[in-house]
């Protein structure tokens, strides 16, 4: 044993980490912020931590779960589920009444190009009364995007945290993409696959899915802000 007191191994290049450290914790809470799809197979891949620690750290240090593909909190907290409430109630209320993506990239290729859209599909009213729901990712919610909305005269309904069971594109879209996606090889191909498919979608399934968010919405409301999936038939 030549002294060794310690039995167990010494960190080697390439051998998956087993330690349950402060510093360990933090690397995967950060992975999982930045990307709330991420599986166990890329924080695997980024860290070197074996699959064990990674959930053990997931549930155990970060106390979160996996609800629609994403992860959150075990619990809502008090704050958490009034604020998902008051949400839904005005969402409701307005509903009645009518490359690397950044910031810059959002409003020019994404904003930019839907407003004159809807001004030319609504040369009358063009985006009078018009409400806009996208979710916390870090470019929607920039002062650049902010400005770019407020002075085109869009109301921002404001997505809450830890919310992926109200949010479409998590609850719906992101499902269905990735059910009909390939092993396309480049991202060009992957890009033509993915738009074709959202070109395909007819406007019934998309008013479908906005129904159903007008359900979850009053589901949320009636459990008082706790997640309701469970009770979805």
């Given at each position: ?189 992957q890009k033509t696959r993915i738009t074709k498919l959202l070109q395909s979608i007819p406007k019934e399934v998309y008013k479908k899915t906005f129904d159903k968010w007008l359900e979850r919405m009053q589901l949320c409301i009636d459990n008082d802000g706790h997640y309701f999936e469970h009770l979805i038939k």
């Amino acid at each position: 044993m030549n002294g060794r007191e310690s039995l167990e191994d010494d960190p080697r290049s390439g051998h998956p980490q087993t330690t349950y450290t402060a510093e360990n914790i933090e690397r995967v809470r950060a992975i999982i912020e930045e990307n709330p799809h991420a599986t166990h197979d890329i924080v695997e891949a980024l860290t070197s931590i074996n699959r064990f620690t990674i959930n053990e750290i997931i549930h155990n240090a970060l106390k979160k779960r996996k609800l629609t593909s994403r992860w959150i909190p075990h619990e809502l907290t008090d704050q958490n589920r009034k604020n998902r409430v008051e949400a839904c109630v005005i969402h409701l209320g307005y509903v009645e009444k009518g490359d690397t993506i950044t910031s810059e990239y959002y409003k020019k290729n994404c904003l930019k190009p839907l407003i004159c859209e809807i001004n030319k599909q609504r040369p009358k009213t063009g985006i009078q009364n018009f409400k806009f729901l996208h979710d916390n990712a870090r470019p929607h919610v920039t002062e650049t995007v902010t400005n770019c909305l407020n002075q085109a005269g869009i109301t921002i309904i404001r997505h809450q945290p830890y919310s992926p069971d109200l949010a479409p594109s998590d609850y719906w879209l992101f499902d269905l993409i990735k059910k009909n996606l390939d092993d396309d090889t480049d991202v060009k191909s992957q890009k033509t696959r993915i738009t074709k498919l959202l070109q395909s979608i007819p406007k019934e399934v998309y008013k479908k899915t906005f129904d159903k968010w007008l359900e979850r919405m009053q589901l949320c409301i009636d459990n008082d802000g706790h997640y309701f999936e469970h009770l979805i038939k």
